[in-house]
């Protein structure tokens, strides 16, 4: 079973590197699938407690389950900052390969400023964020702060090749 976390502050870059991973896995003909659970807290009206968190890990870890059993690899694009999630994971799916994405919360904020407004999150709420994850220390850390979508992707496609 393999699936991927890949967790980090807002604004970090987290989404655009699960795209990119899953145009690079698809190219290889490598069964992939991503979830950003956001569409999915908005369908299930959640917030962003603990509690809420876990029944929205929950939902997903479902969806999954059969996925994994089939061969693919799944990516799961969140900022995870409460340690229960990665434990809930674990003993529901076994161990992840966790990618910690970060950046300065003045590099998060600015990136967050160039969202869709849908997309967009205020400034409180990047910098609660931030602070969340900051005391959150797991996986593999890619600082993302002066580099370029594809110096991410590479060094994250290096990290993933030494692991899968």
Not at 75 to 82: A, L, S, T
Not at 96 to 122: D, F, M, Q, T, V
């Amino acid at each position: 079973m393999t699936y991927i976390i890949i967790r980090g502050p807002a604004g970090v870059g987290k989404s655009k590197l699960a795209k990119n991973l899953v145009i690079w896995f698809r190219r290889r003909k490598i069964k992939i699938k991503s979830f950003n659970p956001g569409s999915l807290r908005r369908r299930y009206n959640l917030s962003f407690s603990l509690e809420d968190k876990l029944k929205l890990d929950n939902i997903l870890i479902q969806k999954t389950k059969k996925l994994i059993n089939e061969g693919y690899v799944i990516i799961f694009d969140e900022v995870y900052y409460y340690p229960k999630q990665i434990t809930n994971f674990n003993k529901k799916l076994g161990r992840p390969i966790i990618i910690s994405l970060k950046a300065s919360l003045k590099k998060c904020l600015e990136r967050n400023n160039y969202r869709r407004s849908k997309r967009k999150l205020l400034d409180k709420n990047v910098i609660e964020v931030y602070k969340l994850d900051k005391s959150f220390k797991k996986g593999y850390v890619i600082n993302t702060e002066n580099k370029s979508k594809n110096e991410v992707l590479k060094q994250t496609i290096k990290l993933l090749k030494s692991k899968l």
